[in-house]
């Protein structure tokens, strides 16, 4: 390698660095005054695409405005398109942003309206766009949300394995329940089959009670009295369990920083690195 290759290599790094540095800051920090107005702008512009795309679910609006609405529509669409890619492009680790939950979100996005050529009608999915105006609470600087946002997650990360085995426990009891009512009351009472049954057991146990089926026979009345007093007592159940685990995490400190690699989001106050990928806030 000749010295002044090596030289135009070393001009070029730094000056690589500090778009994808400059990039960053714009797009997914909120500390600048420019970062800042981005996000207000972006914010804005999901609000108005959204509400287009409601508006051209109204018949007698888009047989007037159909026109002016789909171009409002493409226009937004490519709009997020090029924001998405210059997320990709001033990430670190790409992958790993667009694996996340706000990667996923701006990636379906844009997906319904490129798909609406093959799939009529998938483009009104667009309205899935207002997930995005969740970075309002990082825009206006509302960090005892973001805190109370992040200690949330962390309690039900925390108690998925209890709450999975409540879960299975309330899928087994309606079964259990579903049949015995299948048994008990039959198909001339509205009870045609195991899985109908089920459903009334769902629908009991989770004190809905839609009123579609309901026990004609003694028995069966008791039986249903039995389900809805369980059904109380079930749902304080993973309510008692995140309590816990909030009470636990209640302690933790939040900052708003966000990782330039894979722009990972609630670190701690005095984080130095990444809790998700290890580089150096």
Same mark, same amino acid.
């Given at each position: 390698m000749t010295k002044s290759r090596r030289l135009?290599? /070393?001009? %070029?790094?730094?000056? %690589?660095?500090?778009?994808?540095?400059?990039?960053?800051?714009?797009?997914?920090e909120a500390d600048t005054p420019v970062g800042r107005a981005f996000d207000i702008i972006l914010i804005v512009s999901i609000l108005v695409s959204?509400?287009?795309?409601?508006?051209?679910?109204?018949?007698?609006?888009r047989r007037v405005y159909g026109g002016f609405l789909y171009k409002v529509e493409w226009f937004f669409t490519i709009l997020f398109t090029i924001e998405y890619i210059l997320r990709? /492009?001033?990430?670190?680790?790409? /992958?790993?942003?667009?694996?996340?939950f706000f990667g996923v979100v701006d990636l379906l996005a844009i997906i319904p309206t490129y798909l609406s050529y093959i799939i009529p009608g998938s483009q009104y999915l667009l309205v899935i766009r207002i997930l995005r105006v969740l970075r309002i609470f990082r825009v206006l600087k509302i960090v005892q949300y973001l805190s109370e946002a992040d200690m949330l997650l962390y309690a039900l990360r925390a108690s998925r394995r209890k709450i999975t085995v409540f879960l299975f426990t309330v899928l087994t009891l309606v079964i259990i329940f579903g049949s015995l009512m299948y048994i008990i009351e039959g198909e001339d009472n509205g009870f045609t089959?195991?899985?109908?049954?089920?459903?009334?057991?769902v629908v009991t146990l989770t004190?809905?009670?839609?009123?579609?089926?309901?026990?004609?026979?003694?028995?069966? %009345?008791?039986?249903?009295a039995l389900v809805m007093i369980l059904g109380y007592s079930i749902i304080a159940v993973p309510t008692g369990i995140v309590t816990v685990e909030l009470s636990q995490a209640f302690r933790r400190k939040i900052s708003t920083q966000a990782c330039p690699?894979?722009?990972?989001?609630?670190?701690?106050?005095?984080?130095v690195h990444c809790k998700a990928c290890g580089a150096k806030l």
């Open positions: 135009d290599e /070393l001009k %070029q790094k730094p000056s %690589q660095s500090t778009w994808r540095a400059r990039t960053h800051e714009i797009i997914f959204v509400i287009a795309v409601m508006l051209d679910s109204v018949g007698p609006i990709l /492009l001033c990430i670190g680790r790409p /992958l790993r942003y667009a694996t996340s089959s195991i899985p109908r049954s089920v459903y009334w057991a004190t809905v009670g839609y009123g579609d089926i309901s026990p004609k026979t003694g028995f069966g %009345q008791a039986v249903a690699e894979c722009s990972a989001e609630g670190h701690d106050v005095d984080a």
